[in-house]
């Protein structure tokens, strides 16, 4: 059996890349999809801590985090609908322009 530690380690990796994803890039492509690897780098730690403690609820709350991630794309798809649609472009700098 796989040790808790390398789920964390595998875990804490998923959610750096995705920190820099988001950091990073301009783009608001990449911006869903490294929102995405956040989240499932804490499905993969609620599992993990599930699994080491021999409960269930750990992955119950997984599966709210995948059905919350799917509501967070269907959003974020239509936003980036949108995004392109008024301005042509997905950089998320270009929407600054409708503040004033």
């Known amino acids: 059996m796989i040790a808790t530690e390398w789920y964390l380690m595998l875990s804490a990796g998923l959610f750096c890349i995705g920190l820099l994803g988001i950091l990073m890039r301009r783009n608001a492509l990449i911006f869903l999809m490294s929102v995405e690897l956040m989240l499932n780098a804490a499905n993969i730690n609620l599992v993990a801590?599930?699994?080491?403690?021999?409960?269930?609820?750990?992955?119950?709350?997984?599966?709210?985090?995948?059905?919350?991630?799917?509501?967070?794309?269907?959003?974020?798809?239509?936003?980036?609908?949108?995004?392109?649609?008024?301005?042509?472009?997905?950089?998320?700098?270009?929407?600054?322009?409708?503040?004033?």
Do not use: C, K
């Open 49 to 100: 801590f599930s699994l080491q403690h021999g409960n269930l609820s750990g992955q119950v709350f997984a599966l709210f985090g995948m059905a919350l991630a799917a509501a967070e794309v269907a959003v974020g798809l239509g936003i980036i609908l949108v995004l392109y649609r008024n301005f042509g472009d997905i950089d998320v700098t270009s929407p600054t322009t409708m503040r004033w």
